[in-house]
């Protein structure tokens, strides 16, 4: 089945240690996207990326880092930098290119930094 | 960054009630999408808007896209318990395409 994959599902790390969230998608999608949520809030944008190897700042990238080597992945990696990373992460993706289209999220990582 | 507004911010409605909620922009819209979240899962997408004034159903929802392009409302008609969730418009405004800005939530809760 086509779709975004996010791992892992809960993820528990030590304060001051970098961890990597994973985002594959088999839709053929040229744009992905990173969000942050906490409890009870809405969805800001990390970051996002229109096509490989090229991504973009959203509107909370301090203490984030990207990579965009492959069509299929969009990992985001929270680094030690990143003041208050426990939240909800989702990943979403879409068509792209210029064209207004949906875009499909995962099922989401809850990052606990203990 | 730019910033949707979205109200009401909770609503309480008896089961088989209709609903109502509604998102405005400051800047012009080309796209509206309205998603629902369940606790602890990834949005889901409901409907999708491209055109202004556009109507589009999906079952009991029913989401227009504002005449101004800087609106969009999302009605559930004859609510059940199974509606109840965290509902976000969003969009991508007419500069930047590739660009997804999420309202903050409208949260949904259905008494039987």
């Known amino acids: 089945d086509g779709g975004i994959t996010q791992s892992p599902k809960y993820l528990f790390r030590k304060e001051g240690q970098n961890v990597t969230l994973s985002c594959e998608q088999n839709l053929n999608h040229d744009a992905m996207y990173w969000y942050r949520q906490d409890p009870g809030q809405g969805l800001r944008l990390i970051y996002y990326s229109q096509i490989v190897n090229d991504f973009q700042k959203g509107d909370i990238a301090e203490g984030y880092s990207v990579s965009r080597e492959k069509k299929e992945s969009f990992p985001l990696t929270v680094t030690s930098a990143q003041k208050n990373p426990t939240a909800f992460y989702l990943c979403a993706s879409s068509i792209g290119g210029g064209r207004n289209t949906e875009a499909f999220f995962g099922q989401g990582t809850r990052l606990t930094v203990v | 960054g730019q910033q949707l507004n979205q109200s009401p911010q909770s609503m309480f409605i008896q089961e088989g009630e209709d609903v109502s909620m509604n998102c405005t922009s400051s800047?012009?819209?080309?796209?509206w999408l309205w998603y629902k979240q369940d606790p602890g899962e990834g949005p889901v997408l409901l409907i999708a808007?491209?055109?202004?004034?556009e109507l589009t159903s999906n079952g009991r929802l029913t989401a227009q896209f504002g005449i101004t392009r800087k609106d969009s409302f999302l009605n559930i008609s004859a609510s059940i318990p199974s509606d109840v969730g965290i509902y976000f418009c969003?969009?991508?405004?007419?500069?930047?395409?590739?660009?997804?800005?999420f309202g903050p939530g409208t949260s949904l809760s259905v008494i039987p």
């Open positions: 800047s012009i819209f080309n796209t």
């Open positions: 808007l491209y055109k202004a004034g």
């Open positions: 969003a969009g991508r405004e007419k500069t930047s395409y590739d660009k997804v800005i």
